[in-house]
């Protein structure tokens, strides 16, 4: 049996200390890096770690390298630059409830929620200012999708296609106009 290409090998990436990390960080995706390394540990080949735990070899190649270079703390993830978002939990789960009705039923003079609408919506019972093209990112984030509606033409009548055409007014002609000036 041949060595695995890729290994372990700082001395702070011990079982115990993977499994006790693992106990200490909530959240499924570290759970899932430390039970990777765990396999690569106990001897099992990258290529069939990542096919079990449907990853892809390049993760596992930067979760083996970053613990090799700074140890346990580089499985932790790390917090985000920017801006934090305006939809926080608490308005995220209120404003799932509010979407689930019509804009009518909060005094907005429409039958469907677009991104002008939630935009309004946003400003009156949230306090939140947003533009229309941010408030329909946050739709699609809440599962929302914007169907476009269907037109329907009906076909008129010949009868009142003609009535139509006689109660129309004829205006003079651009040429007509001309005509009636007074030569000079």
């Not at 499985?75 to 209120?94: C, E, F, H, I, N």
């Not at 799932?96 to 005094?107: K, N, W």
């Not at 037109?151 to 009548?157: F, N």
Request: glycine residues 8%.
């Amino acid at each position: 049996m041949r060595p695995p290409s890729l290994q372990l090998t700082h001395p702070e990436a011990t079982r115990a200390r993977l499994v006790a990390l693992a106990k200490e960080t909530p959240g499924a995706w570290v759970g899932m890096k430390i039970a990777a390394l765990l396999l690569i540990l106990e001897g099992q080949r990258p290529g069939w770690t990542t096919e079990v735990l449907g990853l892809t070899r390049m993760s596992l190649t930067r979760w083996i390298h970053g613990v090799n270079a700074d140890g346990l703390p580089a499985l932790v993830p790390k917090r985000r630059p920017g801006r934090p978002s305006r939809l926080t939990p608490a308005v995220r789960q209120a404003l799932t409830a509010q979407l689930d009705e019509r804009p009518e039923a909060f005094g907005l003079p429409r039958a469907q929620w677009d991104g002008p609408t939630l935009v309004g919506h946003l400003r009156r019972r949230f306090g939140i200012h947003r533009q229309v093209r941010q408030a329909q990112g946050w739709l699609h984030q809440l599962g929302y999708r914007l169907k476009r509606a269907s037109h329907t033409y009906l076909q008129a009548r010949a009868r009142d296609a003609e009535r139509f055409q006689r109660a129309l007014k004829k205006t003079p002609a651009a040429g007509a106009r001309r005509d009636r000036r007074v030569p000079r």
